[in-house]
């Protein structure tokens, strides 16, 4: 499977006054009590999950305590190798040794002990990065742990491509900790903008992603490296509300999908997710990162509001340009299987009331139901949020 970088063209807009679309959020974390969530929030996730309300709450509430008590024991000292939530919503937690074990099942968590761990798959991962940096491996679609599994998962689009077949090569020398998986289609960013909301430059949108403040009170948007390369200025529905002042992003180089945009005077990004009119707005509360499991839903301008769980973190990505650019490989995303499309790039991702990243990509000519909630064997890349906020120095604006 190929990556190829596509920004959504636009018609014109409207001008009009400039309405700050949902959106924001700061890192507080999860109580180890029950929490109460937001009306809106639960039906959205019932209705994407198949349940009924009180099922929504509990998952919701199960996943925020487990992670609070994995968060007390590792400031307790122990030692973790990696976690995920199993497809029973049980936290499971990678342990080195039979103490480390027990101390993890009595704060009433799984513990395991895996062949290798994610440590290890890491150290994988850099060498496999190292090979892309000497060439970019067309054909390979994207590489990352996968700690439920306990391998390094390889996406192959291509395999006939001369720089997949080296690539695999020297993967197999890792033997069982790789995992190859054909997927047989190439990958494509999405470009656009709102916490949710569509945003316009330079004949092209993406989706606004999220708000955050610097020390000293400058408010930003935090997006997609590729929506704000190039330093465009920016628009809602035909006004300026900000100008891109910083990207990783570079086509055809070793990148990292984040970027920033500096807000202009009496604009801001709210503190609340736009849905596209599935379930009203979402209160971001703060921007603990969810476990490998966890369920996640984002916003988008082209595909509405759609769900599915994360699969991984820093996972590399070919992506290919289908206009005829070189192939770009980024580094350090989250990958799940929420549905996105052209013009999704940017948008924000949400697990409960906890901020989570930006869309940076998916597979090219991947189809979604507009606001469809979950929707089987779809796939897509996100740019985590903390990762950015950490790079640029900003705090997070929560509701």
Not at 81 to 96: I, P, Q, R
Not at 143 to 163: I, N, S, T
Not at 216 to 227: D, M, R, T
Request: with cysteine; charged share 15%; proline share 4%.
């Amino acid at each position: 499977m190929s990556i190829s970088f596509r920004k959504s063209l636009i018609a014109g807009a409207a001008l009009c006054a400039l309405v700050p679309a949902a959106l924001a959020t700061t890192g507080s974390s999860a109580s180890a009590a029950p929490q109460q969530y937001q009306p809106e929030m639960v039906t959205a996730l019932a209705r994407t999950l198949g349940v009924d309300e009180r099922a929504a709450v509990s998952r919701l509430d199960r996943e925020a305590v487990q992670q609070q008590r994995l968060a007390d024991l590792t400031r307790g000292g122990l030692r973790v190798d990696g976690a995920f939530v199993d497809g029973g919503g049980t936290l499971t937690v990678n342990t080195a040794d039979p103490a480390s074990a027990a101390r993890v099942r009595a704060a009433g968590l799984a513990a395991r002990t895996p062949a290798r761990g994610e440590a290890a798959l890491n150290r994988v991962q850099a060498q496999l990065d190292e090979l892309a940096t000497r060439q970019v491996p067309e054909g390979i679609s994207a590489w990352g742990v996968d700690v439920a599994a306990d391998v390094v998962e390889v996406e192959v689009g291509d395999a006939a491509k001369p720089q997949a077949k080296a690539f695999l090569a020297e993967a197999a020398r890792f033997g069982q900790a790789v995992r190859v998986k054909n997927s047989g289609r190439p990958l494509q960013t999405q470009a656009t903008v709102y916490p949710g909301s569509k945003m316009t430059y330079d004949g092209f949108y993406c989706s606004v992603g999220f708000g955050a403040r610097s020390s000293s009170g400058a408010q930003y948007l935090v997006s997609a490296g590729h929506c704000v390369a190039g330093s465009p200025t920016l628009y809602f529905n035909g006004t300026r509300f900000a100008k891109g002042t910083s990207s990783r992003y570079a086509l055809g180089a070793n990148s990292v999908d984040m970027g920033i945009a500096k807000v202009d005077p009496g604009n801001s990004i709210a503190t609340q997710v736009g849905t596209w009119g599935a379930v009203g707005t979402i209160a971001v509360r703060g921007g603990q990162r969810a476990a490998v499991g966890s369920s996640i839903c984002k916003s988008g301008a082209t595909s509405g509001w759609t769900c599915g769980t994360i699969k991984g973190y820093n996972v590399t990505v070919t992506y290919t340009d289908p206009n005829g650019g070189p192939n770009t490989v980024v580094r350090g995303l989250g990958s799940s299987s929420v549905c996105t499309m052209g013009g999704d790039s940017g948008g924000a991702y949400i697990s409960g009331n906890q901020a989570q990243g930006m869309t940076s990509g998916g597979p090219t000519g991947q189809q979604c139901t507009f606001n469809g909630g979950n929707q089987a064997g779809k796939s897509s890349y996100f740019q985590p949020l903390g990762d950015a906020l950490s790079y640029y120095g900003l705090t997070l604006n929560v509701g």
